[in-house]
């Protein structure tokens, strides 16, 4: 049989082994997944005759390279920080590789090797990157292949609750890393091109720059800018665009609340607070106020921030328990950023039957016989549950048929890249829209050049 090796088995880990136990038996497969916690492992196995659970740990030399050593294609899905050392081996045992994670400097100094030995090391095919590039490449190879001409494009993706589990007022809840989304936008101003002009928006400022976007049955979102919007221009073959901006969708009104939270101080995660195992939530809150030997935390709280009484922020604020009495934070030295994320996570978890999902929308606009036009491309997709996740979805399966058509050498081209070709992304797009992950695309009235942006 031809073994396939999954290293970790997270969060977004379970649409991609049940991808491949699926087609074992047609394609002659032996799943193996590779975890430090072995039950994990052994969950998403789930007993399957052509799968086999294993204990790994990617620092354990000896039984990293016995498991790749004996594999066909290794899949990392472990933090990405970690897979250099799976893809040293892989270019020592001549094995092509797969992630979903952004192609790091390591990784890509591995270039040169992988196509000396004819391998494909596969990386960003997960959803955002991944799914973003392969839909945007579609379309911008569409345009240009008809003579057009880019002159903007604009990507967002949101990690989002379902509108049937959208139960609190933030209309948010954690659907990935939790500590990714408190610390989003920091470490640079954020920055795009808009018609031509280069522009920046400091973190201080971030979560009150924001686009409004409407999605067809789903209602209206907001977007804030990710930090570099210009990281794959050149990649995309956009050098000539006057607008390209990519952000991050949350639903309307999140942003201007989570900015309450940076203009305190409390995503920063550069130090860490003294006794705070000891302190309890309102003592956290608290350690960011201007001390008053009468006004209470709330008051010092709304005064500091200028927030109203009836203000539906100050609603979101209470609804988190910030100011709590009896909440013990509980984390020695932690930053503040942490004793955030921990304070979230009491309202943000999903519950056993809550539903995520992913919303994606893209902007196309491009000059054809002199006339300017635009498309808009929407996809949105709901998750099972917690660990048949639209995340997990939209991560796994794009990875799993990619690592399956590098098995069967219907992706050649050898070395460190992402899916941006036709090659790549026409197959897996076309197959993704049989587990209902689709794009509909929409001809709009170009939004045109307003000198009042600038």
């Known amino acids: 049989m031809r073994k396939i090796l999954v290293i970790g088995s997270g969060k977004s880990s379970s649409y991609l082994i049940k991808y491949l136990l699926d087609k074992s038996e047609e394609e002659n497969l032996l799943i193996i997944v590779g975890d430090k916690n072995f039950s994990h492992a052994q969950k998403l196995v789930h007993n399957h005759k052509n799968g086999q659970a294993i204990v790994f740990d990617v620092f354990d030399k000896q039984v990293r390279e016995n498991a790749i050593e004996n594999a066909d294609i290794v899949v990392s899905m472990l933090p990405a920080r970690f897979h250099i050392e799976a893809a040293k081996d892989c270019i020592k045992f001549n094995k092509n590789m797969v992630t979903a994670s952004y192609v790091s400097d390591d990784m890509q100094n591995l270039d040169k090797a992988a196509k ?44 989002l609750v379902a509108p049937e589990s959208d139960n609190n007022l933030w209309n948010y809840k954690f659907t990935w890393n939790p500590r990714n989304v408190v610390v989003a936008g920091q470490g640079g101003a954020a ?85 705070s195992e000891n302190m309890t939530y309102r003592d956290f809150v608290n350690a960011f106020l201007p001390y008053s030997p009468t006004d209470s935390v709330e008051l010092k709280f709304r005064h500091q921030l200028k927030i109203d009484q009836d203000d539906i922020v100050w609603d979101k604020l209470e609804e988190l328990d910030i100011f709590s009495h009896s909440k013990k934070v509980e984390l020695r030295e932690a ?16 519950a056993p039957d809550d539903k995520d999902m992913i919303v994606m929308y893209h902007k196309f606009g491009y000059e054809l016989n002199g006339k300017k036009h635009q498309i808009d491309a929407t996809m949105v997709t709901t998750g099972e549950d917690q660990t048949y996740t639209a995340m997990s979805k939209t991560v796994g399966l794009p990875v799993a ?31 993704l829209e049989t587990f209902d992950i689709r794009f509909h695309e929409y001809e709009v009235p170009y939004f045109g050049y307003n000198p009042l942006n600038l």
């Open 116 to 159: 000396d030995k004819g391998l494909v090391f596969m990386n960003e095919i997960g959803v955002d990157p991944g799914i973003d590039h392969m839909s945007a490449m579609k379309v911008i190879d569409t345009i240009r292949d008809k003579g057009g001409k880019m002159i903007l494009f604009e990507s967002f993706t949101g990690g």
């Open 191 to 275: 920055k795009f091109l808009q018609e031509g002009t280069y522009k920046y928006i400091p973190y201080n400022r971030l979560f009150r720059r924001t686009e409004f976007l409407d999605v067809e049955g789903y209602g209206r979102f907001e977007a804030y800018a990710n930090r570099d919007s210009l990281k794959y221009q050149s990649t995309y073959g956009l050098d000539q665009v006057k607008t390209l901006y990519r952000g991050t969708m949350r639903r309307v009104g999140f942003s201007r609340a989570w900015n309450m939270f940076v203009q305190l101080g409390m995503t920063d995660d550069s130090y860490t607070i003294e006794d």
């Open 401 to 431: 048929i990619a690592t399956l058509a590098i098995l069967n050498k219907k992706i050649t081209t050898p070395g460190v890249q992402i899916p941006i070709t036709k090659e790549v992304y026409d197959p897996i797009l076309k197959e």
């Open 335 to 350: 930053t503040p950023a942490q004793i955030l994320q921990k304070i979230l996570m009491d309202s943000w978890d999903l």
